[in-house]
């Protein structure tokens, strides 16, 4: 199946078409779609088996060894946790970011969720003994992202937790939280923007950073904290065990409100924001029509 960009210039929508308004803390997603499959072209029987409807034979299903063989859920994985960040970091003032690594090669994925819990464990004891701060300052929610190094790290994990308080967020050193992790270095940052963190996890979950001298990857061109790097296009999904979620997240996390509406009225429900970035694709082969998928991003001023 291909997928082309094209002009978004040649899409005109009327004010009764149908799109899907998205919205996510401070960001509105409109998306209009055509010539979209809605039927289900297989049937599942077992976990190892499925029905071809349109042959009628029955297959198996093909294994996949790592996330980089399965897109279309890795696409809905980001997604998810872009719209997490977004809903949920709209202050940024009740929001710290903190990486963990390892001084020694990790590679047990499992082992490196667990030891995240026990250190928000002890992070949150800590926090609860400090009484100078609020009630608010001791009571978070977090979002706790796995990525992989890649090879020139002995293919080791590290981990992202964003840390989402319902006051003002306490200020605790870096020290602490390194003496709390006990595992290796870390970074304690501000939460500046949520949208960019957002982003900056889309780069980055998907895409390994391009090593001049690799061999011939298909290689994109990505601006990072304002500069230009290469990255290899889902290099970092062959690191992800199938089956291994990208994320974790605290229950009762705010999600994104979706609706099916008329053109109109998305716009007029987006009249108080400023269209950020449009994007439109056709999927399908070249010779056939194709189905397309126009999206216009906003952000509220």
Same mark, same amino acid.
């Given at each position: ?24 803390g401070n960001t509105r ?93 002890? %992070? ?37 937790? %964003? ?62 904290d304002g500069k230009s ?7 970092? %999904? ?8 990208l994320f974790s997240a ?24 400023? %269209? ?26």
């Amino acid at each position: 199946m291909k997928i082309r960009k094209v002009s978004s210039e040649s899409i005109k929508l009327q004010e009764n078409t149908e799109v899907k308004l998205k919205i996510a803390g401070n960001t509105r997603e409109v998306q209009f779609s055509a010539g979209v499959n809605k039927r289900c072209p297989i049937q599942n029987i077992s976990k190892d088996k499925y029905l071809d409807k349109e042959t009628g034979e029955i297959k198996e299903r093909k294994k996949s060894e790592n996330r980089y063989q399965t897109p279309k859920s890795v696409r809905k994985s980001i997604n998810n946790l872009m719209d997490l960040i977004r809903c949920n970091a709209t202050n940024p003032s009740c929001c710290k970011w903190i990486t963990l690594t390892y001084a020694d090669v990790k590679t047990d994925h499992e082992k490196v969720y667990e030891d995240g819990k026990m250190f928000l464990r002890r %992070l949150q004891r800590y926090l609860n003994n400090q009484t100078e701060l609020s009630v608010g300052q001791k009571v978070f929610k977090r979002i706790t992202v796995a990525e992989p190094q890649g090879e020139s790290h002995g293919n080791s994990w590290h981990l992202h937790i %964003l840390l989402i308080f319902e006051d003002v967020a306490p200020f605790i050193s870096n020290e602490v939280i390194t003496e709390l992790w006990g595992y290796g270095i870390t970074d304690t940052h501000k939460v500046y923007d949520a949208d960019g963190l957002a982003l900056y996890f889309k780069v980055y979950l998907s895409d390994v950073e391009y090593v001049e001298g690799d061999e011939t990857y298909d290689v994109v061109d990505k601006v990072v904290d304002g500069k230009s790097k290469q990255f290899i296009k889902g290099g970092r %999904l062959k690191y992800y065990p199938t089956g291994m979620p990208l994320f974790s997240a605290s229950r009762g996390m705010k999600r994104p409100l979706v609706e099916k509406i008329s053109h109109k009225e998305a716009m007029d429900r987006v009249s108080d924001c400023r %269209l950020v970035y449009r994007e439109t694709f056709l999927i399908g082969e070249k010779e056939k029509k194709g189905n397309i998928i126009d999206k216009r991003f906003y952000k509220k001023q």
